[in-house]
């Protein structure tokens, strides 16, 4: 509790600072990044042993089949429910009319492309040890369910380097909570100097004052999302709303940092607190930072249908259906660090012939929309934890 009011503290001395000292708030900086990068620190021992320990735990490697279909299932059907809602609320609101698209103005993120192939071809990699040092952690997952998988069926021989991973997985625990008490000043630092970054108080809001329509149609969008996780959280996972609050500090730390990797290590501890079991935490949520990204694929249906509407461009139903297809793979494609949002966009705007001159349009509040769908990112994945224990109580246990 007291760790979450630091938390709390900080984020609001964060604002106020960035708003109030503007560019002076640059100088201090150095101790955001120095609390982000050594939580990036954790995070490959922390997927490698949380994965391997909580599929190795199911014993029967045959679970792993119900576990992962309904993890999949639940992610596919709340990114396309994310993503129906933001196209809704774009359509009605008509954020982009009436707004001069920039001239003249282009942006270095045509070389980044994802395509779908490149979506399924991020499932493996033939360096594991570069992927992870580069960010890329799904093939890191993908390798560590079948090294988990092959250890199950190798006898005693296997149960010890499953115990060792067992004991990893505690430690890394341990660190995570050791770092936490750094969070108040590195969420502060974080905060502050990316608003000082902005110019300012008064800068920012001159801003946002440029696409106010379209800032408040993604943080609409996003605020009904996590109403209905909410609900599927209640209903499906029958967990009381006290969920929301024992995932306070992971939320906040998600907010500041604007990386769902980053928090990673946090949501699952903060998960685990709140009574979901070990075999679901472990497998759902580190999945989950990498691939369910429901913030980021509504985010970028609303930027695409913004952008098409600042250049005059009337999209059919079919280009919009495409727009909810691309949106959702782009969202699966993005990394969990802040304004990778930016990159995976490229695919929404050529699948449907946007101008990517029109993302030029997002870069001045991108940072800023970066935070908030970050937090509904991990929401998602912790309401995909407790929904998994609820549907497949035969792999919730623990296994302490």
Not at 165 to 182: C, K, P, R, S
Not at 256 to 274: D, Q, V, Y
Not at 360 to 388: E, K, P, S, Y
Request: net charge negative; aromatic share 8%; charged share 10%.
């Amino acid at each position: 509790m007291f760790i979450l009011i630091g938390i709390i503290i900080g984020a609001t001395a964060g604002i106020a600072c960035g708003w109030f000292f503007g560019t002076d708030m640059l100088a201090i900086k150095w101790l955001g990044d120095f609390f982000l990068d050594t939580l990036k620190m954790l995070i490959v021992p922390l997927i490698v042993a949380a994965v391997i320990s909580g599929v190795a735990s199911l014993g029967d490697v045959r679970k792993l089949g119900r576990l992962g279909g309904i993890t999949v299932t639940y992610y596919f059907i709340t990114t396309a429910m994310a993503v129906l809602l933001g196209l809704i609320l774009v359509n009605i609101i008509q954020p982009g009319a009436g707004l001069s698209p920039p001239a003249g103005v282009s942006t270095d993120l045509s070389d980044k492309e994802v395509g779908v192939t490149e979506i399924l071809l991020s499932l493996v990699n033939p360096n594991i040890v570069s992927a992870a040092a580069e960010g890329l952690f799904l093939p890191l997952i993908v390798f560590s369910i079948m090294l988990a998988a092959a250890l199950t069926t190798v006898g005693k021989r296997g149960e010890h380097v499953i115990e060792f991973f067992n004991g990893i997985n505690d430690a890394m625990m341990t660190l995570v909570t050791w770092l936490m008490y750094l969070a108040p000043i590195g969420i502060f630092a974080l905060i502050a100097a990316r608003l000082g970054q902005a110019g300012g108080g008064a800068a920012f809001l001159a801003e946002l004052r440029a696409v106010g329509a379209y800032v408040v149609t993604v943080l609409l969008g996003l605020a009904l999302h996590f109403g209905v996780l909410v609900a599927i959280l209640v209903g499906l996972g029958r967990q009381k709303l006290t969920f929301i609050t024992g995932l306070g500090r992971a939320l906040l730390t998600a907010f500041g940092t604007a990386s769902s990797s980053a928090t990673l290590p946090l949501t699952m501890e903060c998960t685990r607190e709140c009574g979901i079991g070990e075999r679901a935490v472990r497998f759902v949520l580190p999945l989950g930072s990498t691939v369910n990204m429901n913030g980021t694929a509504l985010y970028e249906a609303v930027a695409a249908m913004f952008i098409a509407q600042a250049y005059g461009i009337d999209l059919s139903i079919g280009q919009q259906a495409i727009v909810f297809v691309t949106a959702s793979l782009a969202a699966v494609g993005a990394a969990g660090i802040p304004e990778a949002g930016l990159v995976t966009m490229v695919i929404v705007l050529k699948a449907v012939g946007l101008p990517l001159d029109g993302i030029a349009l997002l870069l001045a509040v991108d940072w800023f929309l970066d935070r908030f769908r970050t937090v509904i990112n991990i929401w998602g994945d912790a309401v995909g934890a407790a929904v998994v224990q609820r549907l497949a109580p035969d792999v919730s246990g623990d296994t302490q």
